[in-house]
């Protein structure tokens, strides 16, 4: 549009006065080489009185020269290095004359607090800052009417910031994160509570249960961990909105309301998420039918050691939906048996739902568990030693994730058909055979054991993650058979792929993210 000489001297006086605002700043790779076609126009505007970008990229920004007001849309700076942070910043605040407009992006917090000079008045619906550094006195100057969503870790947020915020904000703050935020006391919270639907505080010791009861006609979801003053006694009230209750490892407040039977509220809550990092043991203080009554208000545990994990530890688990261990028992645990799955399944309240994920590590669990578990659960992570014979079980199973199957064979794969992700770790008789059955696969999770024949027969997959990958790059070869794939995740900065492997993938459109 601009790039003729002639166009260039025909719209360079009415540039001045001119907004202008471009919808797609998307990438491509011509030649081996990042270009876009905003570049292009951007690098002939010498002077524009509003520009508006939507999902900018980074070298656009740097061919910016003169822009009264500067609206980005949609920014993202999580993979800013400090170098990076440092340079666009400098060359934001020579370029802007005016303001700068944030819009629906996500900042970080040190570019944020270096921009807030430029921003006369912010249109962020979330603002998540980390932190910050001597920013209080800009916050409190800025206009927050579209912000519904704050994430704040740390002092530099206080109770008059959430006042601004809060009373800033046009439909109310709907979704609040506060993590050692020790500045934050129940009149902090109080600002916002009745209008929160989502709120997550760990490590704030300055809060109590009288704060938090405040939002029991609005509150659905609540993650606390760490909050000294909260003893429990607001999920008598919150119990009546709640759709999920995480108490990370504050398991202990689940158990004090008073003189009650904290039972009674709590089975109310459709969701309670727990962590246990050591042995489970019944709250002796409370009256309860059995010792591990209480377990039956579970649905998503993640405990920090299977050992802990007994048959009526299962037994128990009424309504549980998913469970998963920090660290496994290993090849000769033998803690749980057939008996406490079986009775896992039978004893379950009729409304518990479905089992979403389950992990299974005792080395005296046989066939009849994953019998019992045939249709019933949709993601199974199994330390066991798989035979053949087993894996009819699992063709229900969408997601599978098996770890030390050493007499798994390709025979075995036979019956994972269905399913749609797939890791198989130490499972050495598998071959690129075992792989040519699995004809509905989307994701797949490799490691050394991988056979690199099998991106043959990989053609439906979407996605492919590398956990770890110590060997020679696959050939290149082999690797063209990997074109049709949506993404690549590197999980380790692997070698799994030459350079010229991944040159090929990009120019076909593959998407490579490193984690």
């Known amino acids: 549009m601009f790039t003729s000489l002639s166009n260039q001297r025909l719209v360079k006086k009415s540039l001045e006065n001119m907004t202008i605002e471009i919808k797609n700043s998307t990438v491509e790779l011509t030649n081996g080489t990042l270009s876009s076609p905003i570049n292009q126009i951007i690098n002939n505007i010498s002077h524009v009185y509003r520009l508006k970008i939507i999902n900018p990229i980074i070298s656009c920004l740097y061919l910016l020269k003169q822009v009264e007001i500067l609206e980005l849309v949609g920014w993202n700076t999580d993979s800013f290095g400090i170098r990076q942070s440092e340079e666009i910043i400098d060359h934001l605040k020579k370029t802007v004359k005016s303001k700068l407009i944030l819009t629906n992006g996500h900042i970080k917090g040190s570019i944020y607090t270096q921009l807030i000079p430029l921003m006369k008045k912010d249109h962020l619906s979330t603002l998540d800052m980390e932190f910050l550094k001597d920013s209080k006195s800009h916050l409190l100057t800025l206009d927050w009417s579209n912000v519904q969503s704050i994430s704040f870790q740390g002092n530099v947020v206080n109770d008059e910031i959430l006042k601004k915020l809060s009373e800033s904000s046009t439909s109310g703050l709907i979704n609040v994160t506060l993590n050692e935020c020790d500045l934050v006391t129940d009149m902090g919270i109080s600002y916002f509570i009745m209008s929160v639907k989502k709120l997550s505080v760990s490590d704030l010791n300055n809060i109590s249960d009288n704060s ?73 203080h409370r009256k309860m039918e059995n010792c591990y009554r209480y377990l039956s208000l579970i649905t998503k545990v993640e405990i920090g050691h299977s050992h802990i994990m007994t048959d009526d530890i299962w037994s128990n688990l009424t309504r549980l939906k998913e469970i998963s261990f920090q660290s496994g028992g290993g090849c000769t645990f033998k803690g749980y048996s057939d008996i406490g799955i079986k009775n896992f399944i039978e004893n379950r309240l009729p409304n518990a739902g479905q089992i979403e994920f389950l992990s299974l590590d005792s080395s005296i669990l046989t066939d009849q568990s994953l019998k019992i578990l045939q249709g019933k659960v949709k993601h199974l992570d199994l330390y066991l030693d798989i035979k053949d014979e087993w894996m009819k079980y699992l063709g229900d199973v969408e997601k599978l994730e098996l770890t030390c199957a050493k007499h798994l064979t390709d025979e075995g794969m036979k019956s994972l058909s269905n399913v749609l992700s797939l890791n198989l770790f130490c499972c050495p008789l598998v071959t690129e055979k075992g792989f040519s059955y699995l004809n509905n696969i989307k994701e797949l999770k490799i490691s050394d054991y991988f056979p690199l ?21 696959i050939p290149h070869e082999l690797a063209k058979h990997l074109h049709k794939l949506i993404t690549i995740i590197d999980l380790d900065y692997s070698t799994f792929f030459s350079n010229d492997s991944i040159q090929f993938l990009v120019n076909k459109g593959v998407h490579f993210e490193y984690e």
Not at 224 to 231: D, E, K, N
Not at 257 to 262: Q, S, T
Not at 453 to 473: F, G, M, Q, R
């Open 212 to 284: 938090l009861e405040l939002a029991e006609a609005n509150l659905e979801s609540l993650c606390i961990s760490g909050c000294s003053g909260v003893r429990g006694v607001c999920y008598k009230k919150l119990c009546k909105t709640l759709r999920l209750l995480d108490v990370n490892y504050s398991v202990d407040t689940l158990w004090t309301m008073g003189g009650c039977d904290p039972y009674e509220y709590l089975i109310q809550i459709p969701n309670i998420h727990v962590i246990y990092s050591r042995k489970i043991k019944h709250p002796k």
């Open 453 to 473: 024949e099998a991106v043959k027969y990989l053609e439906n997959l979407d996605t492919l993650i590398i956990l770890s990958w110590e060997k020679e790059p």
